[in-house]
């Protein structure tokens, strides 16, 4: 069955410090598309970053990366050099191709609650 | 600029009262989706939409109703057979009729208080 898990209930970290948040994703698919989402205390959820299963490229975009490895079946974000405006949860997702999926549906983890502090 | 709305930003209703909760989008998306998330979890999908006139249920959709009349609109309407409303409601919104392949785009969000 399809399933995101982000272990990290929480992480706290002074500003400056590198912080990686994790992500393990399962699926019966071959082709599917991999996300992560940003949620300030404001609620609204921003995007930040799609990555499809055939592209194994790491990414990097500022200070933030993203480690896609099919060989564990994750997905991990790293923000270097963190910042107070940072501080958000972070949602990994998950979009499976096909007959599973009509529609696009998102598959969410349960988020990783990032504390950055000064 | 173009994005997705939700009014009101927060709700309060007695039990028992059926709520609407309004989603406007102008980006001109197929695809729209309502979300609700409860504290400290993830998101969880309520109806979706991939066209007009045309919905399908999420893995949560008892106690919720919702049409899809026009392209930029898709209210979701909170009945009183729905045991646990009180929430955050999301609403998104994606390209090429909601496509695996397309990110989606989120509305600000509605806390909904049912007391």
């Known amino acids: 069955a399809q399933k995101v898990t982000q272990a990290q209930t929480e992480i706290s970290v002074v500003e400056k410090e590198d912080v990686t948040l994790d992500c393990v994703y399962e699926?019966?698919?071959?082709?599917?598309?991999l996300f992560w989402y940003k949620q300030p205390p404001s609620g609204e959820l921003v995007f930040l970053i799609r990555r499809n299963s055939f592209d194994e490229q790491n990414e990097i975009s500022g200070r933030y990366s993203w480690n896609f490895q099919k060989s564990t079946s994750s997905f991990n974000f790293t923000i270097t050099a963190s910042q107070v405006v940072d501080s958000a949860v972070y949602f990994c997702a998950l979009s499976e191709a096909g007959i599973y999926n009509q529609g696009g549906k998102l598959i969410f983890g349960q988020g990783t609650e990032l504390s950055v502090k000064p | 600029d173009g994005g997705i709305t939700q009014s009101p930003k927060y709700l309060f209703r007695k039990e028992g009262q059926n709520v609407t909760l309004s989603c406007e989008q102008n980006?001109?998306?197929?695809?729209m989706y309502w979300y609700r998330q409860d504290p400290g979890q993830g998101l969880r999908l309520i109806y979706y939409s991939q066209i007009v006139n045309d919905f399908q249920k999420g893995d949560i959709a008892e106690g919720y109703s919702v049409s899809r009349e026009k392209k930029e609109s898709f209210p979701l309407t909170v009945t009183s057979a729905q045991k646990n409303p009180t929430a955050f409601y999301l609403c998104?919104?994606?390209?090429?009729?909601?496509?695996?392949?397309?990110?989606?785009?989120f509305g600000p969000g509605t806390r909904l208080t049912v007391t």
């Open positions: 699926t019966r698919d071959t082709t599917y598309y």
């Open positions: 998104a919104s994606s390209g090429a009729s909601g496509s695996f392949a397309y990110e989606q785009y």
């Open positions: 980006l001109n998306h197929d695809a």
